[in-house]
């Protein structure tokens, strides 16, 4: 996470070898994206998808999308076909080969990238600010599936500006000029009201209400991210002394 | 003031294959409301937008602007843009001038309206949107997003039109920018009076500026109403796939267990309401 | 914006749409030859009874055949009138210094329908084919030419990216145009050099989108292991089927039967 311009997407394509860096490395599984003999194997490792759906879509039918991939990797036309028919399911995009890409809603032209993505069975997916040009109900079912996806066992990376979105995840890095800031568990990250407001982030509502509570000189826990938990712990502070 | 009277638009409406995209819409809009359209994709918000700036012609159905009827009561096109303005969705995308001067004076200068004059009105919608003086003999495309997006912004505002209408303003910044740009538009708004019609997927954003919010699903016109009224309604808006801010959940959690007041949608008066409850209480601190 | 259509497709199922692709663009050309090269009324008329069988067997509405005509119809009278005057042997009917002969007026109408039934033809493999199919067609069509050194791949992929953003294209720029036209551009001005200048305003903007698209394109491209100097296999394999077999004697049949008539001296 970080503002604009802060570095997140350029550490992105680091990632996987789309750009190389000036001085240090980066390895995966132990090889260094500055060889150029590893090029196609860090690509198959790594799966991008970018943040705007309509610049990343090369076909004009979901299935040839798909296959853009496939046919890159030099899999035989039998296997395809299933392939195809696999990863539709899982960004629940089922019986939609045919369909023209430009005639997709952007959620579902983001979904179909995370499937071209995925059809190429990659170790990890990188995802550059998915949701941002979509509408909440687009959004929501993108971060459906890619949540679906890590217990699968796929790792992401995530590139967002939601601390929503963030909160799903086992750890947030903050960036800002170029740098990392903070590091760790977004739970704990999110709670520091002041480190969070200092970096221009919007903390979530519910954080904010408890916050102000407990400045008050309130014993309130700011770790209730959802609007359940943080009514709960409302609800515990007013029924404490009847 | 605006006026909506059964508005109906139909896509390729004298082919068969004709789809309605608009279906008896009917609102009306006192002079210095901000209203916020809100709907999924789809759902017709850019349609209406570009009905009321005169893009595109009614199948059915009237606008009134000021009594004055759209496209049927103005000379031409150029005549309703100089009244109704619109921002359309990523408009860093249709930046084309030399300079960043010469891209915010390029709709004055359509007006017909002197140098000078537009001299004073390029610094005036710069001092609102944040750009810099040094920055208007830049050239727009060298610029980085945020600042091409408040220069789309700004090159709409000194048209200084009667209705401006903007499409997703703030989507795609970061949130400092996503604030920042908000307020300039709301500031421009105190000035101007004018009639501000914001489309947006930001509720909490929505909740905060607005006075009135016009929901529409598939065409149809859902609710039109205050935006506590709106909110209220949060069964309906969640069918739609909608948010609501989260305050007002939090508050409608609470109310399940313990009575509270559930027209708050903002973080601070929740603050004040909260604590009113502990006071009276005497709840330790 | 939303009326336009790359191509004509109907989408469907007859004998005629599963037609294998290659098959369709080949006897299209093997029929514009017949057609040019038929020179009297009874090779004409094989070629448009076979033409409008092949029309009813493609199941699409006679109407959209009847739009296709209307289109070319001014040009069709245009041109078959002008060759009217073109053929001077034996007068008919004198204007001044014109003339219109016998054989002039035969020529003229047969040019008429000449044109009519290329028309048809080419809607015929229009409404029926799918842009994908014809791209695919003609990547095989031109696998030849691999042999001369020639990366068909790069041509193949350069086809798809332009169909999957000739729209993309035309909805940026009519995205533009509006978005200049609510800035009061000079769009609907009776002043000619005014109305060029606002014309080319619409440029700028359209080249910068291109080019950025075309970077972030690139990228996306890369990084899903794209590489020209690699093989790539293919999601469709074109194979003929006994479909096509019927379809190659049929066209076989017509052939010869065009030729044999164009040596017999009717009319």
Do not use: W
Not at chain 2, 3 to 12: A, F, G, K, P, T
């Amino acid at each position: 996470m970080g503002p604009n311009g802060c570095g997140k997407s350029t550490l992105a394509k680091h990632v996987n070898g789309i750009l190389v860096p000036t001085s240090g490395d980066v390895f995966i599984d132990g090889l260094n994206t500055k060889e150029e003999k590893n090029y196609f194997e860090i690509k198959k490792k790594i799966g991008m998808v970018f943040q705007n759906p309509d610049s990343q879509i090369i076909t004009s039918t979901v299935e040839e999308e798909i296959a853009f991939g496939l046919e890159n990797l030099q899999v035989p036309s039998i296997e395809m076909n299933y392939i195809i028919k696999n990863v539709l399911n899982l960004v629940e995009l089922n019986g939609m080969e045919k369909t023209p890409t430009h005639c997709l809603s952007g959620g579902q032209k983001q979904r179909l990238s995370i499937a071209s993505v995925l059809a190429m069975k990659p170790e990890m997916i990188v995802l550059d600010e998915p949701t941002s040009m979509l509408d909440p109900g687009g959004r929501k079912k993108v971060i459906k599936i890619i949540e679906n996806l890590h217990v699968k066992g796929t790792s992401v990376l995530l590139i967002t500006h939601s601390v929503e979105e963030s909160l799903k995840s086992q750890r947030v890095v903050i960036m800002d000029n170029g740098q990392i800031v903070s590091q760790g568990n977004p739970k704990e990250i999110f709670s520091s009201v002041d480190f969070i407001k200092s970096n221009n982030f919007n903390i979530p509502e519910s954080t904010d209400i408890l916050y102000r509570i407990k400045k008050h000189g309130y014993e309130v826990s700011l770790k209730a991210f959802e609007s359940k938990k943080c009514a709960d712990e409302i609800i515990k502070l007013l029924e404490n002394n009847i | 003031m605006i006026r909506v009277e059964d508005l109906c638009y139909n896509y390729n409406a004298k082919s068969k294959s004709s789809i309605s995209a608009l279906k008896n819409i009917n609102f009306t809009l006192k002079n210095s409301t901000i209203m916020g359209i809100i709907g999924k994709t789809g759902s017709g918000k850019s349609t209406l937008a570009q009905l009321l700036c005169g893009l595109l012609s009614p199948t059915h159905g009237k606008i009134f602007l000021n009594e004055k009827e759209i496209i049927k009561d103005f000379k031409n096109t150029k005549e309703i843009c100089f009244n109704v303005t619109m921002a359309f969705q990523y408009p860093e995308n249709q930046l084309f001038e030399k300079t960043v001067y010469d891209e915010i004076a390029f709709g004055p200068r359509n007006k017909g309206i002197s140098e000078s004059k537009i001299k004073d009105i390029v610094f005036e919608v710069i001092k609102f949107t944040n750009i810099s003086e040094n920055m208007l003999k830049c050239s727009p495309i060298f610029l980085s997003g945020g600042e091409k997006r408040k220069c789309a912004i700004a090159s709409v505002m000194a048209l200084k039109s009667k209705v401006l209408i903007l499409d997703e303003p703030t989507a795609g910044l970061d949130c400092k920018s996503k604030s920042q740009l908000m307020n300039s538009i709301f500031e421009y708004h105190r000035k101007e009076k004018n009639i501000l019609i914001i489309i947006s997927h930001n509720m909490e954003e929505t909740a905060r500026i607005c006075d009135k919010v016009l929901v529409l699903d598939e065409g149809i016109q859902l609710m039109f109403d205050s935006p506590v009224k709106v909110f209220k309604n949060y069964q309906k808006l969640e069918k739609l796939n909608l948010d609501v801010p989260q305050t007002s959940q939090i508050m409608r959690y609470i109310n399940n267990e313990y009575p509270i007041n559930t027209d708050i949608m903002f973080p601070k008066e929740a603050e004040e309401e909260i604590l009113k409850i502990l006071n009276s209480k005497g709840v330790e601190r | 914006m939303n009326n336009f259509e790359f191509c004509k497709y109907f989408s469907g199922n007859s004998i005629v749409h599963k037609l294998d692709a290659r098959i369709k663009i080949i006897s299209s050309l093997i029929f514009f030859i017949l057609t040019f090269s038929s020179n009297n009324i009874i090779s004409l008329s094989i070629i448009a009874i076979s033409i409008s069988i092949i029309a009813v067997v493609s199941e699409v509405p006679l109407i959209k055949y009847i739009k296709s005509f209307k289109s070319v119809l001014i040009i069709s009278v245009i041109t078959a009138f002008i060759n009217l005057f073109f053929e001077a042997e034996t007068n008919l009917v004198c204007l001044g210094e014109l003339s219109v002969s016998l054989s002039g007026l035969k020529s003229s109408i047969f040019l008429f329908f000449r044109l009519f039934i290329l028309v048809f033809i080419s809607s015929i493999t229009m409404f029926t084919t799918s842009v994908q199919e014809i791209s695919l067609a003609f990547e095989n069509l031109l696998s030849p030419l691999g042999y001369l050194g020639i990366n068909i791949q790069e041509i193949a992929i350069t086809i798809t990216l332009s169909l999957r953003f000739i729209p993309v294209l035309f909805e940026e720029t009519y995205k533009i145009i509006n978005a200049q036209k609510v800035r009061g551009a000079h769009f609907d001005s009776k002043n000619v050099i005014k109305k060029i200048r606002a014309f080319c305003n619409i440029f700028v903007p359209l080249f910068i989108f291109s080019f950025k698209r075309a970077e972030s394109i690139a990228i996306a491209m890369e990084s899903r292991c794209y590489d020209v100097s690699k093989k790539r296999t293919s999601l469709k394999n074109m194979e003929l089927s006994h479909r096509d077999a019927i379809s190659i004697i049929f066209l076989l049949i017509i052939f010869t039967g065009v030729i044999i008539c164009n040596k017999m001296k009717i009319f």
